[in-house]
Each structure stands twice: as C-alpha cells, then as structure tokens.
C-alpha cells in the first residue's frame, strides 16, 4: 500500500521549492528522437552538500527522484521522471507564492508533449519551453539556464 | 483586532525558510552598548529583485519585517527586531528540516541575551554566536558569513 503524502508536507515542499527550488525544461540535442531533440523537464533542489543526509531524509518522505552530488560542493535532488514531476506540481501548485507560472507551464508542457504529431507542433512546444528561461532568470540561477 | 496568523502559512514559510532564508546573528563592533559591541540577530531572505513584488505579498500575510534592494539586484526580505525573529522562530521551528539547529541557537541566544550582567557572560555568549558560522557555512552564503 502507498502511504499517502500528508498535505503538510506538500506545503512545506511548496514553501522549499519556492525558496530553493527550479523548475524548468531542457531542450537537448539527441538523435535518436523523432525530431532531434529530447524534452527533458526537471524539478530540481539545490543545498551545499553537508545537507546531504537532511536532503536524503527529505526524499524519503516524498519517494521521489534521487541525490546527485556535483564536483563543487552541491548536491542536487533531482526529479526528472514525468510522474514524479506531476505529483510534487500538482501537489505543490496550490501553495506556491513564486514559481506558479513555472508550475503551470510545467504541467502545460507535459500535457502538450504527448500530443506531438508534427516538426511544427514539435517547434511551437519548444519555444513555449523557451519561456521558462525569462520566468527563472535571476542572477542566483544564471549557471541553470545555460542549455 | 491582530489576525492570526494560518498554520499553514507557518509550514509553508519553514519550507521557504529552508530553502532560501537565512538564520543568523551578528557581533557588530559599537561603542554605545555596554561591551563595545551589538548583538544583531536576523533572519533573511534572498530573492531576485524581479521577485520583489511576490515577496512584498509575502510579507504582508506575516506582517514581519521589510525589504532592502540590494545593489546587485537581489531584494532582500529583513527581520530584524527580537519579537518578529521569535514569531517566526517559534512558529517554523517544528516544521523545518534544516535549520532546525540555527532556529534553536537563534532562541538561545535570543534569551541568554537578556540575562547577559557580566563582561565573561557576554564572551561566552558571542563564542556562542560563533556557532552560527560552522551552521551556516556553504558555499551559496559565503557572502552573508563575513561579519
């Protein structure tokens, strides 16, 4: 049986991802997809790594995603799979005070994703994924936004 | 009629404050208090100035506080009085997954503070300050740690 995440909890992360949180979408180049680029969204926090064990346990309260350590110092909690970044969006999306376009365009962009059936409809997505770069501009996250 | 402020208000602004805020306190040279120096307690956030208007929002359903423009376009939102820190202390303390430790040594001091007669008291209390340092040290807030 899934245990099912208290509301409190989801505030809580609304208020963390407010604060610590990105929300965006990459466009990658990659062959093997049908139009040459890979959609690739994430949610990601970002906490010095003596953190660590503190992000860990945060992670196991939501079961989502995982811990990636960078070479300088920070470790990530990426989520990057479309489920998990539906369930922390939706479920977040309510108590947000800062990143609600981000959210709203996240979830626009997943439910458009999967509807793709030409190059045209593929270009228009990505320049709509493009607007997340104006929303998350700040000189704190200049290093994300790089393609 | 003071409204009370919403518990989940409280969670979200613990979530908030682990991601984004800061704890701290700061041993200013003064030669108008007692023992040559001030014991300035704070509690910050960081967020770019493009945000400001989210967080004047913020700041309103918490009634605590003010922003300060910073020259290199983050707005900063600044509480500094001794009951506005423990309204905020107090009420995050239970919710928070990282600065638990800062909040505790924050309310510590806050009432060692008022009980401070003697010059070896107020030494022990500003090693006791120092605490904060080793609590807060990362690479994001090296900046904020320069007295």
Known sequence: MVKKIKQINWVYLAGFLDGDGSIYVRIKPNNTYRYGFQIAPSVVFFQ????????EKLQKIYKIGYLRDRKDGITEWVIGDEKSIRLIIENTRNFLHLKQKQAQLMLE????KKLIKT???FIKLAKNVDRFRELNYSKKRKKLLAP
Chains 1, 2 share one sequence.
């Open 109 to 112: 962009v997943l439910d458009r």
């Open 119 to 121: 190059e045209k409809e």
């Open 48 to 55: 010095s790594a003596k953190e660590k064990q503190k992000i």
